[in-house]
């Protein structure tokens, strides 16, 4: 979420931890709920994730997004979301993750049933939402897949490691091959490696930004394994809309 701190003062973010029925393929749930006198547009850079997103006008499977996300909140209102492990939506969608890039999804086609969103989007308070949301999903559960496992802990690799700046370094950590992870992460999260490389690199950047205190790009550049400070801010623009210096200055 760029500029979190604005954002927090227009809406109410909270998240929810999923049943233990659910958790080796969701994340979480997440509600966010808006009362404003004047319109706001919240941008995010998404991470590798689906999500299922329930409001009061529709309900949508959203695809790994590339690019930047935006929502323009106004007036009042609540949506809730389920944010699933990357891999994790893989054994509900019974094919390619990447077929959804960029792309949404009814879940009324998803799921084969009709007006989803207001039973959930229409609750009367989060937890009425969550437990809507899941009664849906849980009859559905899919069979146990190893792979999601798998997925999620090279992604928690990449994560959790900011030197694993190549897919190549990501293929001797995890004793796969090059081509084997990019045909595992097509069909289970979405994106290739190397693009979840890049986009953790950008948060992380953003992340630094946002904290408030003085921050040394080029420093900064060279510990997420770029070339120099210059290929940094043009890759940082590219993904945030504004350079890291007017980003800064904006959080």
């Not at 749930?29 to 590798?48: A, G, M």
């Not at 897949?145 to 992604?155: C, F, H, K």
């Not at 994560?159 to 950590?173: C, G, I």
Request: charged share 20%; with cysteine.
């Amino acid at each position: 979420m760029l500029d979190e701190r604005t954002g927090r003062t227009k809406f109410r973010l909270r998240t929810v931890d999923p049943s233990p029925a659910l958790a080796p393929f969701v994340h979480y749930h997440w509600i966010v709920s808006w009362d404003l006198t004047e319109p706001f547009t919240q941008q995010v850079i998404p991470h590798p994730n689906v999500h299922v997103v329930f409001s009061a006008a529709d309900a949508l499977v959203h695809g790994v997004l590339r690019g930047r996300f935006s929502r323009r909140l106004t007036g009042r209102g609540q949506v809730l979301g389920v944010r699933f492990h990357p891999g994790g939506f893989r054994p509900w969608l019974g094919r390619r993750v990447a077929d959804l890039t960029d792309r949404t999804l009814p879940v009324a086609d998803w799921l084969g049933v009709a007006d989803t969103q207001k039973p959930i989007a229409c609750a009367p308070d989060d937890d009425a939402m969550v437990a809507a949301a899941e009664a849906l999903l849980l009859p559905r559960l899919p069979a146990p897949d190893p792979a999601v496992t798998q997925v999620r802990d090279l992604v928690g690799l990449i994560l959790d490691d900011l030197a694993l700046t190549r897919v190549d370094l990501l293929s001797a950590a995890s004793g796969l091959s090059v081509r084997a992870l990019q045909r595992l992460f097509n069909e289970y999260v979405g994106v290739g490696p190397k693009w979840v490389i890049r986009r953790h690199r950008m948060h992380e950047a953003a992340a630094r930004a946002d904290a408030g205190g003085p921050v040394d790009w080029a420093a900064l550049a060279a510990e997420l394994g770029y070339s120099d400070q210059a290929h940094f801010t043009r890759e940082f623009t590219a993904a945030i809309g504004t350079s890291p210096a007017r980003y800064r200055l904006r959080a």
